[in-house]
C-alpha cells in the first residue's frame, strides 16, 4: 500500500508531482476497466489520484464508490472532484461530510457545466454560482481539506475575457484554494504565458498543468472544440499523418514531450486526463523513465 502524503506537501516537493484523472464509470464493466487502468498505473506511485464528478451533477453515489475504491483497495491519495450543479448547499455538505468520513482529505471545487440543454449555468435554490463559492464553503466548514480549482490558460469560455477570468480565478484562490489544476492544453507556451498572468496578479499557487494524451485526431478535435483549446498544426499533421491505429502512439508522445518541457521550465508536476485507459499513460510514464514501484 501506498503511504499517504498530502497533496499540498507533494506541490512543494523538488520532485515533480504525477497525478492520475479518472472519471466515473457509467456501468459495472466500465468500473472494471477503471479499476484495471488503476491496478496498472499504481505501481507507478502517482502523488495523488483524482476522480471526475459528472456533468449534470448525477454522479454523487458513483463518485464516491470509486472512490473509494481508488483510496482503499489501490492506496491511492484521492482528490474526488464536486460541482455545485444541482445541489443546494445542505446537500453539498451533506456529500463533504460523506468525503470526509469516507478519509478523503481533498477535493476538487468546481462549479460545473450548465446542465446538457441549457446554455447558462443557472445555481438552483440554496445553491451556489461559482467555484468561488463553493472553496469557501469548503474553507469555512472542513477548513483541514486541500482544495483545488480549474484554470484556463486559454480562457473559459464564457469568460469575457482573459484578465477578467484571472481575476475569479483569484477570487477562487483568496476564498482558500491550494492549487490550481489546469484544462488541457497542447502547446506548453499557453501555460508559461497562464502561469506569468498568474503571478503578474499576485496568484502564487502552485499551477499543475492537465494533460491529455489523445487517442485520435477526432478525439482531439472534439475536445478542443469543446474546451476552446487550440490544436496545434503540427500535431494535427502529425495525427493525420498517422494510421488510425498508430494516432494514440502520436498522441502520447506529445504529451510526454509537453511533459520534459514543462518540468524543465520549472512546473510542479503534471496531471494526466486517463480517461480510465491505461495505455497511453503507462507509454508515456515508461518513456520518461518512472520506474515501478517494488512492493
Ligand atoms: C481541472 C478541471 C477539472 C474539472 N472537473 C470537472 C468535473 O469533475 N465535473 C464537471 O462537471 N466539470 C469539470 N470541469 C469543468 C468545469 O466544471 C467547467 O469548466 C465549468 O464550466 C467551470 O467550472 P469552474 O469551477 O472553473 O467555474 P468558475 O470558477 O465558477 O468559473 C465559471 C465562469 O464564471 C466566471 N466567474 C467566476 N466567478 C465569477 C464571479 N464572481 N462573477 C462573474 N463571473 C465569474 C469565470 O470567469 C468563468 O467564465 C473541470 C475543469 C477543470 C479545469
Redesign the pocket.
Known amino acids: 500500500m501506498q503511504k499517504f502524503t498530502s497533496i499540498a506537501s507533494s506541490l512543494k516537493k523538488e520532485k515533480p508531482l504525477f497525478s492520475v484523472e479518472f472519471f466515473p464509470p457509467k456501468d459495472d464493466a466500465g468500473g472494471k476497466r477503471m479499476l484495471e487502468t488503476a491496478k496498472a498505473i499504481s505501481p507507478y506511485q502517482p502523488d495523488f489520484v483524482s476522480i471526475?464528478?459528472?456533468?449534470g451533477g448525477g454522479t454523487r453515489e458513483t463518485t464516491m464508490r470509486y472512490a473509494s475504491a481508488l483510496q482503499n483497495d489501490y492506496g491511492f491519495e484521492v482528490m474526488p472532484?464536486l460541482?455545485c450543479?444541482g445541489h443546494t448547499v445542505d446537500e453539498l455538505l451533506e456529500i463533504l461530510e460523506d468525503f470526509a468520513k469516507a478519509g478523503f482529505r481533498n477535493v476538487?471545487a468546481?462549479?460545473?457545466?450548465p446542465p446538457k440543454g441549457e446554455k447558462v449555468f443557472q445555481a438552483v435554490a440554496g445553491g451556489l454560482s461559482?467555484?468561488?463559492d463553493l472553496v469557501a464553503l469548503i474553507k469555512e466548514n472542513f477548513p483541514d481539506f486541500v482544495i483545488g480549482?480549474?484554470?484556463?490558460p486559454e480562457k473559459?469560455p464564457?469568460?469575457i475575457d482573459a484578465s477578467?477570468?484571472l481575476i475569479?480565478l483569484k477570487?477562487?484562490i483568496e476564498a482558500g484554494a491550494d492549487f490550481i489544476?489546469?484544462?488541457l492544453f497542447f502547446d506548453n507556451q499557453v501555460y508559461f504565458d497562464f502561469v506569468k498572468s498568474c503571478h503578474d496578479i499576485g496568484i502564487t499557487t502552485p499551477v499543475l498543468p492537465?494533460l491529455l494524451p489523445v487517442l485520435s485526431l477526432g478525439q482531439a478535435q472534439r475536445f478542443c472544440s469543446m474546451c476552446k483549446a487550440t490544436l496545434p498544426l503540427l500535431l494535427e499533421k502529425e495525427l493525420e499523418n498517422a494510421d488510425e491505429s498508430n494516432q494514440s502512439a502520436v498522441g502520447s508522445k506529445w504529451t510526454a514531450e509537453q511533459i520534459l518541457g514543462l518540468i524543465g521550465e520549472g512546473a510542479p508536476g503534471y496531471h494526466i486526463y486517463a480517461l480510465n485507459k491505461p495505455q497511453s499513460t503507462l507509454k508515456i510514464l515508461e518513456s520518461l523513465g518512472i520506474e515501478k514501484a517494488v512492493v
Open positions: 471526475t464528478y459528472g456533468a472532484h460541482t450543479v476538487m468546481l462549479r460545473g457545466d461559482y467555484g468561488s480549482v480549474g484554470g484556463y473559459h464564457e469568460a477578467t477570468d475569479n477570487t477562487k489544476t489546469t484544462q492537465g
